[in-house]
């Protein structure tokens, strides 16, 4: 049975359909039971609970999205408060699946001709095939469309691909990665469905992160790798392909940054009629609530604007500098609040085992990848002013 998260303030979840109410209860015990009692050990450690990914997938978190895989027809709002569920408990396993599903599924989904739709996106969304999108070079960050070195040739029936990425998640202990690479021959952006064990293929796990530990991040070399024509993705062929992947999954890392804050909003509370000082629970104290009412006034704020962003995207109005606007708006109104949340906990905001910590220390991620608030405020002025201030 769905209950509504009293952080929903103003009853967002309502709107949802019965099947997605009940998806959503669902992905929501299956959080509590088994990802919530494992993070902890695991952030600490920096690894990945791989004994959670079958399970995941069998809540059906990666197959809503796509016609060949939905148990049933469903909303963007529905799909936002998936990434929400997930982000509330770690942002970690949210990225996870923000990564296997939208970057990846997404990729395959927008880009890919139907026989490549029909051959991996039913493997993505079951967990059995594990999936990395590689963008980010080590030369090339917020300037990939320009900056992109990595290259493509096209030889006879194969394309060789050579180069290197940077903070490639999954990319270590996955099956495949979406490398974006020029085309040697037009100076085209094009992408490329590479399998991890391809020979040349070399993945180097990123150490000492102080932010979502939890996701294994890689440095990967290529080195003419093979890649045969029918793994190229038919329909990438520019930058412009892959901002139509982006423009999607911006949103969804809206959505867990919300889902971020809730989560620190719920420790925060709870801790604060826990904990007493003076004589009385801290949460009597004027200035404590105050912590607390700023953290809901942004969560409810950033939820108005991604219920919002994710209708526009289903009824085909969303466009880039919408997406870009929720998630430079809703990571830094995150950043603010897990700030306040784990000020709420004082010294205990700063142990793992209170979950503030880790919330706050996510969010620092989150904030800057899938574009930088930078990034993200130059494509929404672009927008406004006529005016591309990139360069
Ligand atoms: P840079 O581009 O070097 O930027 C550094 C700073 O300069 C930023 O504050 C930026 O906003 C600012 N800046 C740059 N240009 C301008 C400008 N014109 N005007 C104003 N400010 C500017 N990438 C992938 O491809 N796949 C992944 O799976 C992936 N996962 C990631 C996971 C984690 C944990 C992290 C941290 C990153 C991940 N990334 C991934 C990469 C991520 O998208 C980049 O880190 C991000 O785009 C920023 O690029 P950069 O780190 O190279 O910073």
Not at 157 to 186: F, P, S
Not at 354 to 370: C, G, L, N, Q
Request: contains cysteine; hydrophobic residues 45%; proline residues 3%.
């Amino acid at each position: 049975v769905f209950e509504p998260l009293a952080a929903d303030f103003y009853g967002f979840a309502d709107e949802l359909s019965d099947d997605e109410k009940t998806a959503l209860a669902n992905l929501r015990a299956f959080l509590e039971a088994e990802v919530k009692p494992v993070v902890t050990e695991h952030w600490e450690k920096a690894t990945f609970p791989r004994e959670i990914v079958a399970g995941l997938h069998r809540t059906g978190v990666a197959a809503f999205g796509w016609e060949e895989t939905r148990p049933f027809p469903n909303s963007a709002v529905f799909r936002g408060f998936t990434a929400l569920e997930l982000g509330r408990v770690d942002a970690s396993v949210a990225t996870y699946i923000g990564v296997q599903n939208g970057l990846v599924a997404g990729s395959v989904s927008l880009c890919g001709s139907a026989a490549q739709r029909a051959q991996w996106l039913p493997k993505l969304a079951s967990g059995e095939v594990i999936g990395s999108f590689g963008l980010t070079e080590p030369l090339s960050g917020s300037d990939a469309a320009q900056g992109l070195r990595t290259t493509a040739r096209h030889e006879g029936d194969h394309w060789v691909l050579n180069g290197a990425k940077r903070w490639i998640g999954n990319a270590t202990w996955g099956d495949i990665t979406i490398i974006w690479a020029k085309d040697e021959a037009d100076g085209q952006v094009k992408g490329f469905i590479v399998p991890n064990d391809a020979p040349g293929f070399v993945a180097t796990k990123i150490e000492n992160k102080i932010s979502l530990r939890i996701v294994q991040n890689a440095d990967i070399t290529l080195t003419d790798v093979i890649v045969p024509d029918e793994n190229k993705l038919e329909n990438a062929n520019s930058f412009r392909d892959t901002g139509r992947v982006l423009r999607h999954t911006r949103a969804e890392v809206a959505w867990e940054a919300v889902g971020i804050a809730v989560g620190a909003y719920e420790a925060a509370l709870a801790y604060s009629t826990q904990r007493a000082q003076f004589g009385k629970p801290i949460a009597s104290h004027q200035l404590v609530q105050d912590l607390l009412v700023k953290s809901l006034g942004n969560i409810t704020a950033s939820l108005a604007l991604v219920v919002q962003v994710s209708r526009m995207l289903d009824r085909g109005a969303q466009r880039d500098e919408h997406s870009a606007l929720a998630k430079a708006f809703a990571t830094s109104k995150m950043r603010e609040t897990v700030g306040w949340c784990r000020e709420v906990l004082g010294g205990n905001g700063i142990v793992l085992e209170y979950d503030a910590a880790r919330f706050f220390a996510d969010a620092e991620a989150i904030y800057s990848y899938e574009g930088t608030r930078e990034m993200n405020t130059l494509i929404v002025g672009r927008a406004i002013t006529g005016q591309a201030a990139f360069i």
